[in-house]
């Protein structure tokens, strides 16, 4: 899609494994970043969970509540023109039941404006899925390594082995209506049989190349989380380091007395 000025609308985000188009998708988490990221030309943003470790610092994604998953897509939102935003649904707020799932669902899209959510698909989760579809709410499915099973999985960065299970589990969300299908962290092989199974786009992450698309964490692909190297992940700019020279300058300059200068004063 690329440079494509049109909206990426769910039906055009499925189309485009038909058409052979890659789908390339990032994570936002406010208006500045969401801004930038539509404008350079990526297909989707994901408003993940995953801010509970990338803004507000926490060890994973559980303590992250619906209300805050609702500020952070309503900002994203209001930055984009182009590419088609996905809310991550928070833990515990599509568990409980199917009822709850599609009541918290529609609040998302109603408070938001966001067009689609995304569900961690664990046991069980087909039936929400089918009823979310059925509500007119799309899903976006996410299967192999699930961050809000981070203790049931035994920790986060788990790659996801058994390739009977995730091939059943990719057709089945795919069956019940999920528009795609994020893959974390899976051997390449198995991404491919999955991505060749079904009829919805894949979106690897620690995934390998065969995917329908690549999601990224948008400040892991910048350098920002500089502790933070997994294997899956290329870093395309070393941001942390120049935000640090860039603010040690102007440190320097205020203690200095050489800003602001006679550039950057206003005269009576």
């Known amino acids: 899609m690329g440079d494509d000025a049109k909206p990426v609308t769910v039906p055009r985000f499925v189309r485009a494994k038909a058409d052979g188009r890659r789908l390339v998708m990032l994570t936002a988490y406010d208006f500045l970043w969401a801004r930038l990221l539509d404008e350079a030309g990526v297909d989707a943003l994901l408003v993940g969970d995953s801010l509970g470790m990338v803004v507000q610092g926490q060890p994973n994604t559980l303590s992250v509540t619906l209300e805050e998953m609702i500020y952070h897509a309503r900002l994203v939102t209001r930055a984009v023109r182009r590419a088609l935003v996905v809310v991550d649904m928070p833990f515990l ?80 969300v795919a069956d019940a209506g999920a528009f795609g299908i994020v893959l974390e962290l899976i051997p390449a092989g198995v991404a491919r049989r999955i991505t060749q199974a079904v009829s919805v786009p894949t979106i690897g992450i620690g995934a390998g190349p065969h995917c329908d698309g690549q999601v990224l964490v948008t400040p892991d692909l910048l350098g920002l989380t500089e502790d933070f190297r997994p294997k899956f992940v290329k870093r395309y700019a070393e941001l942390a380091g120049a935000v640090k020279s860039a603010v040690r300058q102007y440190a320097d300059e205020v203690r200095g007395g050489t800003f602001p200068g006679p550039e950057h004063t206003h005269d009576a």
Do not use: C, F
């Open 93 to 172: 707020s599509y568990q409980v039941s199917v009822q709850e799932a599609v009541r918290n669902a529609g609040r998302i899209l109603k408070e938001t404006g966001a067009p689609a959510v995304k569900l961690e698909s664990g046991p069980g989760q087909a039936e929400t899925i089918a009823a979310l579809t059925r509500a007119g709410i799309p899903v976006m499915a996410h299967i192999g390594m699930r961050p809000q099973a981070v203790h049931l999985m035994g920790g986060l960065g788990r790659i996801q082995r058994d390739a009977d299970r995730l091939l059943a589990d990719a057709r089945e």
